[in-house]
């Protein structure tokens, strides 16, 4: 089992920066991939940056240039670096984490984005 708590979201004015963090606890060597997932209201949960089993790092191509997804093994934790906030970035955001068997999510933290 695989514990994921996420933090960081807050209230941002348009083009502010933002930093999340998703702390893992539970058998985290058994995973080998994460990602960060938003939800707006009234729309399907959709994949924002990854890290897939082998390392390459993925991107939607919403946030191309704008979020950076890392992560430190060291503290079990991965991150997301957004900057350049829009309105449009406003959503739940959810971490997720992948072993052999299952995927896991965290509760969600919310990021408004104002104008």
């Known amino acids: 089992q695989v514990q994921l708590v996420e933090s960081g979201g807050g209230l941002v004015q348009s083009g502010g920066s933002l930093r999340l963090s998703c702390a893992a606890s539970?058998?985290?060597?058994?995973?080998?991939?994460v990602g960060w997932y938003r939800q707006a209201p009234g729309k399907q949960r959709e994949l924002v940056a990854g890290?897939?089993?082998?390392?390459?790092?993925i991107y939607a191509d919403s946030v191309k240039g704008r979020f950076t997804i890392s992560r430190d093994d060291a503290k079990n934790t991965v991150y997301l670096q957004m900057n350049s906030l829009k309105p449009e970035d406003t959503a739940v955001y959810y971490c997720?984490?992948?072993?052999?068997?299952?995927?896991?999510w965290g509760q969600g933290t919310q990021v408004t984005v104002s104008s």
């Open positions: 539970g058998t985290t060597r058994s995973i080998v991939a």
């Open positions: 890290i897939p089993e082998g390392g390459a790092t």
């Open positions: 997720h984490a992948r072993n052999g068997v299952s995927g896991y």
